[in-house]
């Protein structure tokens, strides 16, 4: 069981800047991976960056370029820092922890954090 905890949402101009923090309730050293999400209304909710245990990063095309992800092992905590925000940008973002366990992939979500980009 992985425990997560979302901060650092909230309300900025087009083109400002947020960092999201995800803080998780184990070593997220020995987690296979940690990711960020967004979800709109009516939309599924979609990656937007991951960090796998060997550092190896992936971002969907939209953000590439804007946003970094990145973790901090002492503090169990992955970030996600946002720059040049669009009003697109705006979405519940969601931090995922996936744990694979004997071929098993469990997937652990955070409550969530509202980001709201305006124009």
């Known amino acids: 069981q992985v425990q997560l905890v979302e901060s650092g949402g909230g309300l900025v101009q087009a083109g400002g800047s947020l960092r999201l923090s995800c803080a998780a309730s184990k070593s997220i050293f020995s987690i296979n991976a940690m990711g960020w999400y967004r979800q709109t209304p009516g939309k599924q909710r979609e990656l937007v960056a991951v960090m796998t245990s060997g550092d190896t990063t992936n971002y969907a095309d939209s953000v590439k370029g804007r946003f970094t992800i990145s973790r901090d092992d002492a503090k169990n905590t992955v970030y996600l820092q946002m720059n040049s925000l669009k009003p697109e940008d705006t979405a519940v973002y969601f931090c995922?922890?996936?744990?694979?366990?004997?071929?098993?992939?469990?997937?652990?979500w955070g409550q969530g954090t509202q980001v709201t980009v305006s124009s």
């Open positions: 995922n922890a996936r744990l694979v366990v004997l071929a098993r992939t469990n997937d652990y």
